[in-house]
């Protein structure tokens, strides 16, 4: 079992930066794949980055390449996501999520394991 907690969000201006962190209980997140995700109002929750066990492999959805950031440091059970250059587009709660690093790993469906999400604000 993992869980996972959220810190991190809130309101900002465009352009401005943002980082989320989401802490994991247990002793096994060095095994899991850890992601985020985003999801605004009337919309579906969609895709935002995600990284493997050891951190040398990262994936981001189009609209955040260049932008957003994912990091992980698995000797303190955390991801983290830096988001610069901020959006009102952006805007929406974010969800990091975790599951064990096999299969596939970009549809919210793959992922077992959910934070409570935190609300992200870009004011334009």
């Known amino acids: 079992q993992v869980q996972l907690t959220h810190s991190g969000g809130g309101l900002v201006q465009a352009g401005g930066s943002l980082r989320l962190s989401c802490a994991a209980s247990?002793?096994?997140?060095?095994?899991?794949?850890m992601a985020w995700f985003r999801q605004a109002p009337g919309k579906e929750r969609e895709f935002v980055s995600t990284?493997?066990?050891?951190?040398?492999?990262?994936y981001y959805a189009d609209s955040v390449k260049g932008r957003f950031t994912i990091s992980r440091d698995n000797a303190k059970n955390t991801a983290f996501l830096q988001m610069n250059s901020l959006k009102p587009e952006d805007t929406a709660v974010y969800y990091c999520?975790?599951?064990?690093?096999?299969?596939?790993?970009?549809?919210?469906?793959?992922?077992?394991?959910w934070g409570q999400g935190t609300q992200v604000t870009v004011s334009s």
């Open positions: 990284i493997n066990w050891s951190g040398d492999r990262t």
């Open positions: 247990g002793r096994s997140f060095s095994a899991y794949r």
């Open positions: 999520a975790a599951r064990r690093d096999s299969g596939t790993y970009f549809s919210p469906h793959d992922y077992g394991y």
